[in-house]
Structures are given as structure tokens and as C-alpha cells.
Nanobody, 124 residues
Framework: VQLQASGGGLVQAGGSLRLSCAAS????????MGWFRQAPGKERELVAAVSWNGGSTYYTDSVKGRFTISRDNAKNTVDLQMNSLKPEDTAVYYC??????????????????WGQGTLVTVSS
């Protein structure tokens, strides 16, 4: 699976962005998908994730109620809608894919494929 992330940019606090991750390959629907982010000087963290069939989702506490992850297995895409953005959301965002048998969504080492990252900058 090859992943291509897009949609990052510069936005003012309170604004919105929609990130998209396009996957190649016929097995996209077999993978759980996650959006990670890494800010300068900080650890990479899982922001949101969705199970292979869309039945389960995860959000880190700091984005609950503001971000929404969705996937379209027919189009091989997973999106992250980000609303009410804050300066602390500034980071490089990566999409990643893991096999469902790896239960721990939070551990980046469980993800087999990664996109190239897209920069989100939120100005105050």
C-alpha cells in the first residue's frame, strides 16, 4: 500500500482544514488507518484512527469534538476534517496503515505503511 497525504497549509486559529490520504493498492479496505502528527521537539502522536470497515474510531483527547476521521473504501481514501484549529495543532501530519491484527492503535510501530506527511500551520 502506498499512501499520499495532502491538504495541509496555513490557517488562522479557529479555521478549518481537511486532510486527505489517497492509497494505492487493492487491499486498502483491509487496513486500519490512522492520522499521526509530530510537532517540532515533540513525540509523534496518534491523532485519530478508523478501523478497516469504519466501525470503530479513536481520537486523542485534545481533538475530540473538533476533528473527524472518515474513510471511503470504494475510493481508497481516508480524510481528517479539522475544525476549530488551534496553534497547538501545528505539526506535520502523517497518514498510516496497519493490519487489524495489531491491536494497539496508539503505537506507531504497529503501522506498516506511512504517507509522506503534510504540514499544518495554525497561526494565532
Amino acid at each position: 500500500v502506498q499512501l499520499q497525504a495532502s491538504g495541509g497549509g496555513l490557517v488562522q486559529a479557529g479555521g478549518s482544514l481537511r486532510l486527505s490520504c489517497a492509497a494505492s493498492g487493492r487491499t486498502f479496505s483491509s487496513y486500519d488507518m490512522g492520522w499521526f502528527r509530530q510537532a517540532p521537539g515533540k513525540e509523534r502522536e496518534l491523532v485519530a484512527a478508523v478501523s478497516w470497515n469504519g466501525g470503530s474510531t479513536y481520537y486523542t483527547d485534545s481533538v475530540k469534538g473538533r476533528f473527524t476521521i472518515s474513510r471511503d473504501n470504494a475510493k481508497n481514501t481516508v480524510d481528517l476534517q479539522m475544525n476549530s484549529l488551534k496553534p497547538e495543532d501545528t505539526a506535520v501530519y502523517y497518514c498510516a496503515a496497519k493490519r487489524p491484527r495489531a491491536i494497539n492503535w496508539l503505537n506507531g510501530k504497529n503501522y506498516d505503511y506511512w504517507g509522506q506527511g503534510t504540514l499544518v500551520t495554525v497561526s494565532s
